[in-house]
């Protein structure tokens, strides 16, 4: 199994920056994916950025050229820097792990991941 904690996540002003962490722990192994995902009431779950093997990259186009995801391989550390925030970026913002043994492409397809954090609340105070 895997555990996922996130943390990092708050009230913020609009054009605000946040930085979310997600530390990983557990059966973990070097060949996986690891995505950033969130969620609001009436709306479906929507993966914003994914990362996998050899540092390959992925983001949605609500947060392409606003956010940028980093690993921390060596402590399995998932980050997520949001900058030029705004009222529609609040949100329950969840950390996920796609357990895939092997390689791994990022994706943002949320019924692939198979572990989740319990989610970091983010709210912009437009």
């Known amino acids: 199994q895997v555990h996922l904690v996130e943390s990092g996540g708050g009230s913020v002003q609009d054009g605000g920056s946040l930085r979310l962490s997600c530390a990983a722990s557990g059966d973990t192994d070097s060949r996986y994916c690891m995505g950033w995902f969130r969620q609001v009431p009436g709306k479906e779950r929507e993966g914003i950025a994914s990362?996998?093997?050899?540092?390959?990259?992925r983001y949605s186009d609500s947060v392409k050229g606003r956010f940028t995801l980093s690993k921390d391989s060596v402590t399995d550390t998932l980050y997520l820097q949001m900058n030029n925030l705004t009222a529609e970026d609040t949100a329950m913002y969840y950390c996920a792990w796609d357990g895939t043994r092997g390689y791994c492409e990022p994706h943002l397809d949320g019924s692939r991941y198979d572990y989740w954090g319990q989610g970091t609340r983010v709210t912009v105070a437009s």
């Open positions: 990362t996998g093997n050899y540092g390959r990259i």
